[in-house]
C-alpha cells in the first residue's frame, strides 16, 4: 500500500470514529459471517422495502431468486460483509456478493468487481450507521485489491444521495434505477 493510501486508510478511520462517537455511541461494526444470513436476508428485505407503501415479505424475497442470490450461500469466495450492532443486537448490514456475467446482479457491471447491498433497521437510519458501514467495506475491499465496488440503486431512493457523497458514481442503469461504482484504486 502507498503512503496515500496508507492516510487516506487513517483518515477515514479517525473520521469514522469521531462520527460514530457523536451519532450513535453504543454502535459497533463487526466483519459479517455465514450465521449472519439470516439478519443479511431481513436487511435484504428493507433494502427493496425502502419505498413507502411497498411490503414485501421475507419468504417473498426468499421465493423470488433474482433476490434469494443476494444471500443464498453467502459468503462465497472473496465476499464479506460488516453488520452494525448496538447494546449486541444487529441494527444494519452491508455486504458484498460477487456475481458473473452469465447471471449478473442488477448492478453489476464486470467480473471481480463485487456488488454491494445496504440497509439499516428503520429505528437506527440516519445516524451514520449506514455511512459507516460503507467506509468499512471500502477499506477492507481496498485492502484486499479489489479495485472497485458497484451496485444497483432505484433513483428515487434518498440512498443514492449518500452513495454520491461516498465517491460512487453513475455509470448505467435505466429510467427506474442507476447502477453506481466506487472506484477503489
Ligand atoms: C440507505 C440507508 C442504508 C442509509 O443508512 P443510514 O444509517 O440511514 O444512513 P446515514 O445516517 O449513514 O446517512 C444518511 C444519508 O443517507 C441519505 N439518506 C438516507 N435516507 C434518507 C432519507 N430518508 N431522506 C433523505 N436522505 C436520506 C442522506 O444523504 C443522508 O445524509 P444526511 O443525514 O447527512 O442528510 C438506510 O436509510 C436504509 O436502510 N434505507 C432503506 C434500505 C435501502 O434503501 N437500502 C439501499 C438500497 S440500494
Known amino acids: 500500500m502507498n503512503r496515500r493510501s496508507l492516510y487516506e486508510n487513517h483518515l477515514r478511520r479517525y473520521h469514522d470514529a469521531v462520527n460514530l462517537a457523536v451519532m450513535l455511541p453504543d454502535m459497533n461494526l463487526r466483519a459479517a459471517a455465514a450465521a449472519d444470513r439470516p439478519f443479511l436476508t ?38 464479506f460483509g460488516v453488520v452494525a450492532v448496538e447494546a449486541s443486537a444487529p ?22 468487481i463485487p456488488e454491494l447491498s445496504l440497509a439499516v433497521a428503520a429505528h437506527r437510519r440516519r445516524r451514520g450507521v449506514g455511512r ?8 477492507r475491499a481496498r485492502d484486499g485489491g479489489i479495485p472497485a465496488i458497484s451496485l444497483s ?9 449518500l452513495y454520491r457523497a461516498e465517491g460512487y458514481v453513475t455509470v448505467g442503469g435505466d429510467d427506474a434505477a442507476e447502477v453506481m461504482v466506487r472506484w477503489l484504486e
Do not use: C, K, Q, T
Request: net charge negative; aromatic share 10%; hydrophobic share 55%.
Open 42 to 79: 431481513l436487511m435484504l428485505v428493507e433494502a427493496v422495502n425502502w419505498a413507502p407503501g411497498r411490503e414485501i415479505s421475507v419468504a417473498a424475497a426468499l421465493a423470488n431468486s433474482s433476490l434469494a442470490r443476494y444471500v443464498a450461500g453467502w459468503p462465497g469466495p472473496g465476499e
Open 91 to 112: 441494527i444494519g448490514a452491508a455486504w458484498l456478493r460477487l456475481f458473473d456475467a452469465d447471471h449478473p446482479g442488477y448492478g453489476f457491471v464486470a467480473p471481480g
Open 132 to 139: 459507516a458501514m460503507l467506509a468499512n467495506l471500502a477499506v
Open 153 to 161: 440503486v432505484e433513483r428515487a431512493n434518498p440512498a443514492a444521495a
